[in-house]
């Protein structure tokens, strides 16, 4: 009797130091999984940790988006609207897309101005956004299939209406106003911008190319292009120093670096680009803002805010002064706005960012 009770205390001490060793060998594994997951939440917050990197500028660089232009109404916006139709009060007489709205866009601030181009049957190229000069202009027809000669007789502001055609305010004052690249790039020959082609034909690339190369290579670096995958390409392979855009490879970036961009990866989609971020996109890429900004600026890439991304397919400027209070104090990347008369003395005397 003396003997079972001895055996079966000594089975059960047995069973405690089996349960007590199986309990502490789970504790430390899983102290040992904790001290690992610590480790990697460490290494992910300090390799994007944004606090410790120094701004890669001393300011915003601002980019006016066909320089100083009449605001419209986006409200059910389509790729058919005629946004000149749509014309909301707006406090200056400067019409988009011209030399004098470039000339004071640059005196309100910007670093570099947005423009559109077509081609035009005599060889050249003309600055003008609509696909058709039906909207905003007294003429009719497709803009490239006019000549240089003939866009530049039209009144570039004779469509403007803010009150539902009752008035037209610009009639007659946009006579001649349409410009050439040329005209742009020898007005302004030490100014950056950046090109919008509005087509998807390869063949607009091949002849932006063959005029880009007609300039010295310090200037082609002063210049960005963006637009179509097929006629970009054709300049990004041309000219690699240029830093280009087409909607797939913005797509690809950033949605390339959110999933792996904790590493300190950079796709190399992410390289030699000018990348538009939406505000409310941008607090997704890890290292927001100045990690993300010394990344990009590593492999030849410039960011540039634009408003909210809410699907629409259409881009907005960051144009409310307000919204600048949302930024870091020290933000210095990109700012891609439709109103620079805004945004331009915001930033400039200092009174959003006190510097």
Known sequence: MVSKIAHRLQ???????????VVVKRWKVKKFIALLVGVFVLFVYLNNASFWVAPIGSAPVLIAHRGLSQDFDREGLTNDTCTAERMLPTPHDYLENTIPSMEAAFAYGADSIEFDIHPTVDAHFAVFHDWTIDCRTNGTGITREQTLENLQTLDIGYGYTADNGQTYPFRGKGVGMMPSLDEVLLTFPDRQFVINIKSG???????????????PRDRQAQLMVYGASQPISQIR??????RTLWPQRLRHCLSRYIAFGWTGHIPASCEGNMLMVPINVAPWLWGWPNRFLQ?????????????????????????DPERLKTLPSDYTGGIWTDRIDLIGPAVREGGIFNR
């Open 11 to 21: 089975s059960g001490r047995v069973r405690a130091c089996r349960i007590a060793y």
């Open 201 to 215: 034909d390869p063949n607009e690339g091949v002849l932006l190319g063959d005029r880009l190369a007609a300039i």
């Open 237 to 242: 392979e041309r000219f690699p120093h240029i």
């Open 295 to 319: 990344r990009m600026e590593q492999v030849e890439t410039r960011v540039f805010l634009v408003g909210d991304y809410r699907g629409e397919g259409f881009s907005q400027g960051f144009d």
